[in-house]
């Protein structure tokens, strides 16, 4: 477990944002190379959760700094979260254990943060770690279709399973 005690709140909600946005444009890429619908579709939605992600971070940070911008770092820290790496080369199989390291961490970040938080704000980020642990539920299933089924990314889901 990550010590996220060395790190100011407007930090870690910072660090959290960026890791959101990143989330975003990953799972938005991968959708978009994908043939398989029902997989394409699962990545948008991953990608659209970041996004709604992203903006409850935004407001819990106005909610608890009132009339205080939000710094969002340029790089994601990977002390905190764990970042998908894809190459031209990565296989789905490779990527989806990458996604599910990467929901672990946010789900886990999300969980640490909360018990640094009041109670009113606390929920905000307990939703965001079981959140963050569907995601990875989700991934899980992905992971394991793509074991099963070789093609499972590269063909229509018909021509899969046929």
């Known amino acids: 477990m990550v010590d996220i005690s060395k790190y100011s ?89 990458q996604a599910m390291d990467s929901e672990k961490s946010a789900e886990n970040f999300y969980a640490n943060l909360a018990k640094q938080i009041e109670n009113t704000k606390k929920r905000i980020l307990e939703y965001l770690s079981k959140v963050e642990h569907s995601h990875f539920r989700m991934l899980e299933g992905e992971l394991s279709l793509a074991l099963e089924y070789e093609d499972y990314a590269e063909k229509p889901i018909d021509k899969v399973v046929t």
């Open 9 to 97: 709140l407007k930090e870690l909600l910072g660090f959290a944002v960026r890791s959101e946005i990143d989330s975003n444009q990953t799972y938005s890429n991968l959708a978009h190379r994908l043939k398989n619908p029902l997989l394409k579709e699962k990545f948008q939605l991953l990608a659209y959760e970041e996004t709604k992600h992203k903006e409850t971070l935004e407001n819990l940070f106005g909610s608890i700094f009132p009339g205080e911008q939000i710094r969002v770092p340029e790089k994601q820290s990977e002390e905190l979260f764990k970042k998908i790496q894809v190459t031209p080369s990565s296989s789905l199989v490779d990527i989806l254990k």
